[in-house]
């Protein structure tokens, strides 16, 4: 009850600026760019469990891709965006779109259909550049804002990127959330996994403190609510 009231107490995440663009920050891990009516997520990770079993053995359940885009077409009926951009990591590995089902990949295509889809390029599908529909980019360019998978490692401003999946942790009195977040210091915003096999790596981990050394927000993704939450009342794992 404690924590729950903590969070309560916490502001709700307020619409952000980035590089003059105005950003929308969704329950459901992605970005809304109302000018560009233009929606972005990151890391779908489609065929995870697939991949997992081809190279161990062992089996996951192989509904992963279909969770994943439940709720990616769940966010495109409510945005009916003119473009979707997939942030990169858009599938586990480069053979992934050859053991889609052939339902999800209709799914695919039906999201496709009567918009321009741009698959960024991914540390896990670089190698993937055809076969699935829309088109393919290293980075894109919106305005002032410039989206990529992987952040760099000089400042960059308007800088969109995802890769690391954050998860921000809230503690108190022994009891802890700990939710998928966005993480921006109004120059660069790096966005939560949107997969449904995706776990996350801690935003007080030092592999965030040479992107945000001036300190960030982490917004979370609560029940109903983005909690914005500054970088000294997050816990460490």
């Given at each position: 009850m404690a924590l729950g009231q903590r969070l309560e107490k916490i502001t709700k995440a307020p619409g952000l600026t980035l590089a003059g663009e105005s950003l929308t920050l969704d329950l459901c891990g992605g970005l809304w760019l109302e000018a560009h009516r233009t929606l972005v997520v990151s890391d779908l990770h489609l065929e995870k469990g697939s991949s997992f079993a081809a190279r161990s053995g062992q089996f996951l359940p192989p509904y992963d891709t279909r969770e994943t885009l439940a709720c990616l077409h769940e966010a495109i009926a409510r945005f009916d965006p003119r473009r979707v951009v997939a942030l990169g990591d858009s599938f586990h590995d480069?053979?992934?779109?050859?053991?889609?089902?052939?339902?999800?990949?209709?799914?695919?295509?039906?999201?496709?259909?009567?918009?321009?889809?741009?698959?960024?390029?991914?540390?896990?599908?670089?190698?993937?550049?055809?076969?699935?529909?829309?088109?393919?980019?290293?980075?894109?360019?919106?305005?002032?804002?410039?989206?990529?998978h992987e952040p760099t490692p000089d400042s960059a401003e308007g800088e969109i990127?995802?890769?690391?999946?954050?998860?921000?942790?809230?503690?108190?009195?022994?009891?802890?959330?700990?939710?998928?977040?966005?993480?921006?210091?109004?120059?660069?915003?790096?966005?939560?996994?949107?997969?449904?096999?995706?776990g996350g790596l801690n935003v007080r981990d030092r592999a965030f403190e040479p992107l945000f050394p001036g300190g960030f927000t982490a917004h979370l993704l609560g029940d109903g609510r983005v909690f914005a939450i500054g970088r000294t009342m997050l816990a460490r794992d």
């Open positions: 480069a053979r992934g779109p050859e053991r889609m089902e052939p339902g999800d990949r209709a799914m695919i295509a039906a999201l496709q259909e009567g918009r321009d889809w741009v698959w960024i390029a991914g540390n896990h599908d670089a190698a993937i550049n055809e076969g699935v529909g829309g088109r393919y980019a290293e980075t894109l360019s919106l305005g002032g804002l410039t989206l990529r990127a995802g890769h690391l999946h954050p998860c921000g942790k809230v503690a108190m009195r022994g009891r802890a959330v700990r939710r998928r977040c966005f993480v921006t210091d109004g120059h660069r915003l790096i966005m939560p996994a949107f997969g449904a096999y995706t």
